[in-house]
């Protein structure tokens, strides 16, 4: 008999706007087709207004794991990132099996949100100092086919909730 405990299940889109009541903080979902790139949600943004968000799931040499939330069509410079975010090393992007296993979500669907599942504090989230200027932040909430929308504020407060420290640092050109 094995006695490793399984990977706990990802939370569900209902688990996390239950955490999102439980701390009070309003947001509001529009359910959508399926976008897994910054492109095919393009024609969202007449019904969905505020920043909209791209999400990089990178890591460094040593394996140290970093989410870096932007504005969508801000632009990172993967070659120098790393003096900024205090990473070991230039980064490159994380294995889709690792962000399953810490944030619990898919390629195109990688989210700010995803830091619910990260239990064992294996990502450092990073948002991009220009996605602040924006009162209303939009983010998957763990799939691809909706898009929340949260005050900005209320995003630093859900992402302490979760024991992580969002660093609100310029990573963007």
């Known amino acids: 008999m094995n006695d490793t405990p399984a990977a706990a299940q990802p939370k569900t889109q209902e688990e996390l706007f239950r955490f999102l009541d439980g701390l009070g903080i309003r947001h509001s979902t529009k359910r959508h087709e399926p976008v897994f790139t910054v492109a095919e949600s393009v024609a969202l943004r007449d019904e969905i207004p505020g920043g909209h968000t791209?999400?990089?799931?990178?890591?460094?040499?040593?394996?140290?794991?970093?989410?870096?939330?932007?504005?969508?069509?801000?632009?990172v410079?993967?070659?120098?990132?790393?003096t900024i975010?205090?990473?070991?090393?230039?980064?490159?992007?994380g294995r889709a099996e690792k962000l399953m296993e810490y944030l619990g979500v898919i390629p195109g669907a990688v989210t700010a949100f995803g830091v619910i599942n990260d239990v064992g504090q294996n990502v450092k989230i990073i948002v991009d100092q220009d996605l602040m200027r924006d009162e209303i932040i939009n983010c998957h909430p763990?799939?691809?086919d909706a898009t929340t929308s949260i005050a900005s504020k209320d995003l630093l407060r859900f992402i302490e909730a979760t024991g992580h420290e969002p660093l609100v640092l310029k990573v963007t050109a």
């Not at 794991?65 to 632009?75: D, K, N, P, R, S």
């Not at 410079?77 to 790393?82: G, I, S």
């Not at 975010?85 to 992007?93: E, L, M, P, Q, T």
């Open 54 to 75: 791209k999400n990089l799931f990178v890591k460094d040499k040593k394996d140290n794991y970093f989410l870096l939330t932007v504005e969508e069509h801000a632009t």
């Open 142 to 144: 763990l799939t691809n």
């Open 85 to 93: 975010i205090g990473a070991a090393s230039k980064v490159s992007f």
């Open 77 to 82: 410079d993967l070659k120098t990132v790393h």
